[in-house]
């Protein structure tokens, strides 16, 4: 199995703040993996730290094999790993489909292109032309996806994409990301929401407190495991 994303005990920091404290993960080619954790545990600092946005301080981060010694921002994508950020980031000023063609800058080849984003997502394509910031927030977190699959990633990071969203949307982007990974890529999903969890991710990792405290596979029997990790 190919090793799509790996961080070995990485330790992480915002200024004098230390968030990450020896935090190991790995996904391979073609899995879907839940990343799991009560708030501020450090699940968005893990994707600020492979994007350079946290500062790594210890530890390896490796994108496709590749030791990645000092993050930058568009080296993830750039090889492969691509992110819906939590709060889905929809650029102001830019419409729908801009949004879209922004996704692609990396110039990756590959499946995905405006009109595969539009099969996948009508309602994209009949707000073509409408302001990426002007969609519901269910929509945008369409977009956001869609974004993220222009780059035609072999892994997407997605960070609470279901956050805030009506049920009926969560089903949605549930069958959609179960879709994208069908199709082959492979998913890092960071979710508070564990019944989505069940539903599409086949093994999960939890974390505490800047680190991985527990992880196994996801299947019909884990609920109650899995709500052991988030509750309050
Ligand atoms: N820019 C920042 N500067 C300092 N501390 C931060 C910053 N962003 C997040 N934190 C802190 O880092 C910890 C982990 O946050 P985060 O990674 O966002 O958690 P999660 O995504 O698991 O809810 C929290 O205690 C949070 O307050
Ligand atoms: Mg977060």
Redesign the pocket.
Known sequence: MKSLLSLENVDAF??A?H?LHGMTLHVNEGESVALI??????????V?TILGL?AMRAGTIRIGGEVIAKPRTYMAAQRGVAVVP?GRCIIENLTVEENLILGAAVGRKGPWNVPEIYKLFPILQERAHTPGTALSGGQQQMLAVGRALMANPSLILL??PTEGLAPVIVDQLGVIFNKVAAQGTALLL?EQNMTLVTRVAKRYIA?AK?AAVAEGIVDDESLEELHKHVMV
């Open positions: 915002y200024g703040a968030i954790g009560r708030n501020g545990v450090g699940k968005t600092t893990v600020n946290a939590q960070d609470e960071i974390m800047g």
